[in-house]
């Protein structure tokens, strides 16, 4: 049985989304229990139908909510009966096996890092989404944990990503790349001129340098850059899918003729809209820090919370967290 905390005040809009999205994971999972850490008068009422799950529910009284206009370090350090402090801890004394929040980002990556700890050897967490691609899905590290990076960060983006894709998506020997405007070795700023030669020598099938066309077409299984510009990358691809999918819609319906199309087209839309779907993956994985913790979108509907859900359960039980460990330990000696 994986147990799992569910921030239920995370969120624009909490706490139903996290209440109905842990509900639709319960259901869906019966090897899993969920602790909705918030306030409990808030939590109650979104939990009348689910009686059939009720029993691996669990309310944590958290009535201390971290917004996202106050200082993420200053809250966390203070505000200890939040959703996201208690939720670390309980991963941190082994009380629960991981951590789902749509909430700060911020607080979310320094509770990871002050309240759960850092895998060590790792210096930096980083936040690795699974994007769509071509030919199925690829890991983007960093999007936007660390937007200021030095060389042996990004090296260490490659061994996470590497130990993510091992363990959880089960490649048996991933392709790593580096996000950079040329093939050439050479290309790049001094941050990704120095990275390239950091990964070079790394334990891990480095395929060398990918160009932002590249990116979607699964020339790599991980594709690493810094918070700054994976954060771009993350957000640029998410609006031209959005747009795409927009404008052929519209053209779909702009005469009777394309309508007759769309209608015998209608399922190969729809398999196409699911694998473009952010709702499908959930949130992005927290990698670095001792535990399965995924920080869901802000935005996140409950379809959205359940998949960030499946996505936590499915770290913790495949043990990702030492892998990572292991895979640095390896490096280093």
Known sequence: MIKLVL??????HAPQAPCEGAVLALREDKDLSIVLAGVPDAI????????????????????EIISNSESAAMAVRQKRDSAVVRGMLMVREKEADGFVSAGSTGAVLVGGMLRLGRVPGIERPALAPLMPGAKGQFLLIDCGANVDSKPEYLAQFGLMGDAFMRQVMKLE?????LANIGAEEEKGNQLYIAAHQLLKKEDINFIGNVEAREIPSNLADVIVCDGFDGNIILKYTEGVAATL???????????TRSKLGALLAKPAFARVRKQMDYTEVGGAPLLGVQGAVVKAHGSSNAKAIRGAIRQAALMARSGVAAA??????????
Do not use: W
């Not at 921030?7 to 624009?12: L, Q, S, T």
């Not at 939990?47 to 009284?61: I, M, P, T, W, Y």
């Not at 052929?248 to 005469?255: F, T, V």
């Open 7 to 12: 921030d239920a005040m995370g969120g624009d």
């Open 44 to 63: 109650e009422p979104y939990l009348k139908d689910a009686g059939d799950v009720r029993e691996r529910v669990s309310v944590l009284n958290a009535p």
């Open 173 to 177: 020997k991933p392709r790593v790349g």
């Open 245 to 255: 999918m927009s404008l052929i819609k519209r053209e779909l319906m702009a005469d």
């Open 324 to 333: 990572i460990e292991q895979k640095i330990s390896t490096q280093s000696n």
